[in-house]
């Protein structure tokens, strides 16, 4: 089993290795501290756990949640408007004064 080092793993799940530090803190990703420790932890990342935490996150569109009557299912009523003889009008009503 290889171990991740904190950028390959954030490159893996396309988020900055701040983030994945504030994952980590957090207890929502797991991870391997590797060296003796002394001085600074040194975190590694497992495949295995990063998918954990992907399945875990992964979500699927549930259509039947759409609210009835939403943009779907609207029929567009837009009228057009010609901007240019409002303004001519206005122009020659102008004039008349």
């Keep these: 089993m290889s171990l991740m080092t904190p950028r390959e793993a954030a490159d893996l799940l396309s988020v900055?290795?701040?983030h994945l530090r504030k994952l980590t803190n957090a207890g929502v990703i797991r991870?391997?501290?590797v060296g003796n420790g002394t001085?600074?932890?040194?975190?590694r990342y497992s495949a295995e756990d990063l998918q954990a935490f992907i399945d875990a996150r992964s979500r699927q569109a549930d259509?039947?949640?759409r609210p009835p009557g939403g943009p779907a299912t609207k029929a567009s009523h837009i009228i057009g408007i010609d901007f240019q003889a409002?303004?001519?009008?206005?122009e020659n009503a102008k004039r008349r004064e």
């Excluded at 409002?86 to 206005?90: D, G, M, S």
Aim: net charge positive; glycine share 0%; charged share 35%.
């Design 16 to 18: 900055s290795t701040k």
């Design 86 to 90: 409002l303004r001519a009008a206005r």
């Design 39 to 43: 001085q600074r932890e040194r975190r």
């Design 63 to 65: 259509p039947s949640n």
């Design 31 to 33: 991870h391997v501290i």
